[in-house]
């Protein structure tokens, strides 16, 4: 049976548009109109679009005022995490019934492995329909599904008939579709990769498929063997239902070292927000604050504090962040660098994406 060759059925559901889908659910004046959940405020940032909304170029991660200038219709709807995460679990049973092998990637996102599945169904198509007829009918939502052999494939699957859609991507035409791709629109290649690879030559699957796995790990690291399987339609992680994300945190380095509490202070907030909104995202939270300061020595030092119950706000997660600082002032040197840390997670499932973390600077 060596040569016996299983091949997986993996699913990939997202759900459409899922913040903007929900307020346009339980908000009907917002149904058809341009929509934006997040702040409308200077430094607010669109967390997602309607589909209204986007037809003038507007999309998630977009500073908010960006996206009124594009669409100066745009309604601005502040987020509302707890129904999202109720949703969220709705949808999550859903999957139960099908398979024990889910692995989240937010709150709106799934891989599921179904190559077995609670209910002995052959065909992962019909499984990823009837998935999606039922959070349709339990939630009032639509959602895209992809199905594939990997995980990567499935997730590139998963766009290729959305909204409300989905696709198949066999062994038989896997390599081909990986070929025609751009890389820039691989799953796992960011910005920053798409341009060293484009500095590189590489463009699309098939110039990727031309590189060395030497070339790749020596430009690109540990993602080096990733981009080398998945040019060829090869991606061999598994569906990982209890990897466990230990902390989750940002840093950021000065332009100029500081040496007044205040100033330093100030330097925290944007540190706990962009570390409570990934939380949010996510649907977690966490019990354990550390400041991480660095000083213009390049010595550094950390103070923690674990509160008894989860933050269940980015103010609170502030507090304790400016108290720990202060502990340490005066400063025994001028800081060029402070990181804000969030740990003693409750039930959040790791992703695989190095982009994100390199982006948000995790600390795992
Ligand atoms: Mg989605």
Not at 220 to 234: C, H, L, M, Q, V
Not at 243 to 259: L, N, P
Not at 270 to 284: D, M, R
Not at 297 to 305: G, K, M, V
């Amino acid at each position: 049976m060596g040569d016996t060759l299983l091949i997986r059925k993996i699913i990939h559901v997202d759900m459409d548009a899922f913040y903007a889908s929900v307020e346009q659910r339980d908000n009907p004046q917002l149904r058809g109109k341009p929509l934006a959940v997040g702040g409308a405020a200077a430094r607010g940032v669109v967390a997602a679009a309607s589909y209204e909304a986007r037809k003038f170029g507007v999309h998630s991660a977009m500073p908010s005022v960006t996206a009124a200038r594009k669409c100066p219709e745009l309604i601005f709807v502040k987020p509302r995490f707890e129904v999202y995460r109720a949703v969220s679990q709705q949808i999550r049973e859903i999957f139960a019934e099908y398979t024990p092998l889910i692995e989240p990637l937010s709150l709106d996102e799934a891989y599921l492995d179904v190559t077995e599945n609670l209910k002995n169904m052959p065909i992962a198509t019909e499984i990823a329909l009837e998935i999606r007829g039922k959070i349709k009918a339990v939630t009032g939502l639509n959602a895209s599904a992809g199905i594939s052999y990997n995980k990567f494939l499935a997730k590139m699957a998963s766009d290729l008939n959305k909204p409300n859609g989905q696709a198949v991507i066999t062994p038989k035409n896997g390599p081909a579709f990986v070929e025609q791709l751009a890389v820039k629109k691989f799953h796992g290649v960011g910005p920053a990769t798409a341009e060293k690879m484009h500095r590189l030559g590489i463009e699309t699957g098939a110039d990727l498929k031309g590189q060395s796995l030497q070339f790749l790990t020596q430009h690109f690291g540990k993602s080096g063997p990733y981009f080398y399987g998945i040019a060829r339609g090869i991606d061999n992680r598994q569906v990982r239902p209890d990897r466990v994300r230990k902390s989750v945190g940002a840093e950021d380095t000065f332009v100029e070292d500081i040496d007044d509490l205040n100033r330093a202070t100030a330097e925290l907030k944007p540190l706990a927000e962009k570390v409570w909104s990934y939380c949010q995202t996510k649907g977690f939270s966490g019990k354990t604050v550390t400041v991480k300061i660095k000083y213009s020595d390049f010595t550094q030092a950390t103070r923690s504090r674990t509160t008894a119950l989860p933050f269940a706000d980015c103010n609170d997660i502030l507090d304790v962040a400016s108290g720990l600082l202060a502990t340490v002032y005066p400063f025994k040197r001028a800081v060029r660098l402070l990181g804000v840390t969030l740990s003693s997670l409750t039930n959040e499932r790791a992703d695989d994406e190095t982009e994100g973390q390199s982006q948000l600077g995790f600390s795992l």
